[in-house]
């Protein structure tokens, strides 16, 4: 990249607006060609609105859309990967049953291709880029990683010359991001645009040559030179102030165990073993850190603790009581506070309103009746919120209007109102902003502090390497090593959540 490079996207003064939100107010972006640009920002910084315009899902209410200095006007996502540009999503969009060459050519053709025409095909364009992959395999047997890479080789393979990568290491282990990296390089030297969205600051100073910040719709600043900037240059331009990012709290001495989890097992929703003879202890006063890659049994194991999957073999342990076989309510009244990795759909309702959700948990003793809600559960609800710092409109309104952040918010506020004795959070951070994921991480500190166990599971590294006082790795259900998080190599850790064990 030179300083004089062609640009390959320009997008100028963009605004989008949708029923009392504005989206973008005058956005701008501009990308070189054969570079990788990070889009930072905050949730609701309209990074997401910007792109889904540069991808043809929307069109700008006003401003300009600029590829290779042409002007274009696109009324769907099949007219900008005709102009070249292609999106690989945060959610894959794959047919687990079809093959790697036939999710490559799903819909992408009108005529009748050879199947063994397109393997060879797909079989070059991945050594080209470095992208290893089977194209025979059927995607239902392809880990996280390849499944990604099947994704871009889509893009690839559809001429695409723009590449808009969201959230692209949010599944990965550390080694495979660093992989994610190279062949980004590589896509980049080819002469293709690569625009790079990430909350992971690290990743964006180790893979981007330039950077782009929004913060409430706007461009804060643009065409950053990254290797100009520091990680906490970023943060601060993302919040407007100051970095929000939590510090590893002081060592402190464990108390007695709080959690004990002995030789635990249960099923996944297809009735196979998820979790196998898992044995762990938490102890008062310290955070224990679950790391690995998603779909290795920590969703089963966290709900297993909870009481919401059934415990095929084992024992769990909650401040010396047995509860192996104990409902929801009877763990929570023992001390045990959740906060589940789907806060819509487990963790909060929808459709009953901010006041409502936030006496779930002791709802029977604040309702006056099935129908009304007492004088004490709104106040019980009014400390929460300020407590928590939750901001929300009126609390006899539905939940479902107020922002991600907010709803963790109130839920981890709910899940701590009850002084627990242990605390599991699952992915209490994802998809928050820089705010969100410090204020979420203050909480989990805060309650470390006063001596309450705290399971940690989250896909996060830097968050569990900050935040943790043991780190465990899980693969496929079981503890493969543990590690002291302040000595921990991340590749050392990258290798155990790909399967190494602990010899010992």
């Known amino acids: 990249m030179t300083s004089d490079s062609p640009l390959a996207i320009e997008l100028v003064d963009i605004w989008k607006r949708f029923p009392g939100v504005v989206a973008n107010a005058g956005a701008t972006l501009r990308v070189k060609k054969g570079t990788i640009h990070a889009v930072l920002g905050e949730n609701g910084a309209g990074k997401s609105t910007l792109m889904n315009i540069l991808s043809g899902v929307y069109r700008p209410d006003e401003g300009q859309v600029r590829i290779n200095g042409e002007q274009h006007w696109f009324h769907s996502p099949s007219d900008a990967l005709a102009s070249g540009i292609g999106m690989v999503h945060q959610e894959f969009r794959l047919v687990p049953s079809f093959t790697v060459a036939e999710n490559i050519v799903l819909g992408a053709s009108e005529k009748i291709i050879r199947r063994s025409f397109i393997e060879k095909e797909v079989e070059q364009i991945a050594q080209q880029f470095g992208l290893a992959i089977d194209p025979t395999r059927p995607v239902w047997q392809l880990s996280m990683g390849e499944r990604q890479r099947v994704e871009i080789l889509k893009t690839l393979w559809r001429k695409a010359q723009i590449l808009i990568l969201d959230e692209p290491t949010a599944v990965l282990t550390p080694a495979e991001a660093d992989e994610l990296g190279k062949v980004l390089r590589k896509i980049a030297e080819d002469g293709r645009t690569v625009v790079f969205i990430s909350h992971k600051l690290h990743e964006v100073t180790a893979f981007c040559d330039e950077a782009t910040v929004l913060r409430g719709g706007k461009t804060v600043a643009s065409s950053l030179k990254v290797e100009e900037v520091n990680e906490s240059d970023l943060a601060g331009l993302m919040v407007g102030s100051s970095p929000m990012i939590s510090e590893r709290p002081p060592y402190q001495e464990p108390g007695e165990a709080m959690l004990t989890i002995e030789g635990l097992g249960t099923l996944d929703d297809r009735f196979l073993p998820a979790v196998k003879n898992l044995n762990l202890t938490i102890k008062s006063g310290e955070i224990v850190g679950i790391a690995g890659v998603s779909g290795n049994g920590q969703r089963e194991m966290a709900q297993a603790i909870a009481g919401l999957r059934p415990i095929t073999s084992g024992k769990v342990t909650i401040s010396g009581k047995d509860l192996t076989n104990a409902p929801p309510s009877e763990r929570f009244t023992a001390g045990l506070g959740y906060v589940p990795e789907d806060r819509l759909g487990v963790g909060l309702a929808p459709r009953l309103t901010v006041t409502e959700n936030a006496i779930l948990r002791c709802y029977k003793n604040l309702r006056k009746s099935i129908f009304l809600v007492s004088e004490q559960a709104v106040n019980y609800c009014k400390e929460i919120i300020e407590r928590f710092g939750v901001r929300t409109g009126p609390i006899d309104e539905p939940i479902a209007g107020l922002s991600g952040g907010n709803l963790q918010r109130l839920l ?29 991480q203050d909480l989990l500190i805060d309650e470390r502090t006063e001596g309450v166990a705290v399971l940690l599971i989250s896909e996060d590294l830097d968050e569990l390497l900050t935040l943790s006082d043991r780190l465990l790795v899980m693969h496929e259900g079981e503890i493969v090593k543990e590690f002291d998080p302040t000595t921990a190599h991340r590749h050392d850790i990258g290798a155990a959540m790909a399967g190494k064990r602990d010899e010992s």
């Open 412 to 440: 981890v506020g709910r899940e701590l109102s009850g002084n627990p004795k242990v605390v599991l959070a699952a992915q209490p951070t994802r998809g928050l902003d820089v705010q969100g994921v410090k204020a979420i």
